[in-house]
């Protein structure tokens, strides 16, 4: 078996004690890591002022792969200003290493079953480097009456396609065989156009599967009231991010999703991230559940081609009943135990 040189960045708040757990559970499943850690976030930000130094972002080029906890301040923290994490570090990562494809799949756990719905198992791929993202625009009198601020959206063909393309083979290789556009059409008609075109071009090429299209406000009611009509979804950047938020709520908790930063071309290493945050109220406590992070260091593995592994910890987080008490280690024990 190959051994692997992984970045962690445990980050802020909890982040640390889910990236341990994942750690652990992997080497449970018998993959070897040469584990690289690296101080970022808002603790480093606040000590140095620093957020993604060059030299950083250069050694994390020449990995295999990145673990990232989270990162973050306490809510209500003014000391770090908004965006500077966000877009320093976290949208640094995905521009820098072209990580265009943002993969949350979402599998309501064992025994959950919250609001009375047949069980989740699809995936969102969410367009990862463009949309509103990209920082196109500014503020114009800035502070007075006259206020004016824009906030472009960057689509290009490129771009989409790519994005479009790796859904269509991902559905390919589920048992559904089916893939859903979720946009806004009917008011974005410039964007929303090349997504449909788009969509439409490359599903040509794709004529077993089926495929369907929602407004995302639908796609929201449809996602609380009948999750199951999805299998993989794709979608814009924005979209996404919130669409995403709301999947991870109806399946089983935010703190259970998983998530994968991809460069499929592997010019570069991919980032795997849980979607929760850092959570600083109970930081030390046992309370954090790893199982996002650890579901997110399987889909770390099979990416790398360790496919037996990834099944395995996958089976075991499946098979594991989420009691009402756990510490997190004591989550992290079960599961490498299972696996």
């Known amino acids: ?28 499943a018998g993959v ?77 756990p064992k025994g959950w079953n919250r609001f009375n719905i047949e069980p989740m198992d699809m995936v969102v791929i969410r367009e990862n480097t463009e949309g509103p ?41 589920r048992p559904r065989r089916h893939l859903s556009l979720v946009h806004k059409t009917n008011v974005l008609t410039y964007a929303g156009d090349l997504w449909q075109r788009t969509f439409n071009d490359v599903a040509a090429e794709f004529p077993d599967i089926e495929t369907a299209y929602s407004h995302v406000d639908a796609a929201c009611i449809h996602m609380v009231e ?17 669409l995403t938020d709301l999947c991870g709520a109806v399946s089983g908790g935010i703190g259970l999703a998983a998530s994968a930063n991809l460069n499929p071309d592997r010019t570069g290493p991919s980032l795997f991230e849980p979607v929760h945050g850092a959570a600083h109220d109970i930081v030390g406590t046992g309370k954090a559940n790893p199982m996002a992070a650890i579901r997110s260091g399987a889909l770390m593995l099979e990416f790398l081609g360790e496919r037996e592994a990834a099944s395995r910890i996958n089976r075991a987080l499946e098979e594991y009943e989420i009691p009402r008490v756990a510490k997190t280690s004591a989550i992290g024990d079960a599961i490498a135990e299972r696996v």
């Open 133 to 173: 993202y990209v920082g196109e625009g500014g503020l114009l009198r800035k502070g007075t009456k006259q206020e004016v601020a824009t906030q472009g959206s960057l689509n290009t063909r490129f771009g989409v396609e790519r994005v479009v393309r790796y859904a269509f083979e991902l559905a390919s290789s």
């Open 1 to 28: 078996m190959a051994r692997y040189r992984v970045g962690l960045i445990g980050g802020d708040g909890i982040g640390p004690e889910v990236i341990g757990e994942t750690v652990k559970v992997i080497k449970a």
């Open 226 to 242: 009948n999750p199951t009509r999805y299998d993989v979804i794709v979608t814009d950047n924005l979209f996404g991010d919130i």
């Open 32 to 108: 070897e890591l040469d584990t690289v850690e690296y101080d970022l976030g808002a603790d480093r930000y606040l000590r140095t002022g620093d957020v993604l130094p060059d030299d950083t972002l250069l050694e994390i080029r020449a990995l295999d792969a990145v673990l990232l906890g989270a990162v973050g301040p306490p809510i209500g923290s003014t000391q770090v200003p908004s965006g500077i994490l966000e877009r320093g570090l976290l949208l640094k990562l995905r521009f820098e290493l072209d990580l265009y494809v943002n993969m949350r799949p979402f599998v309501t």
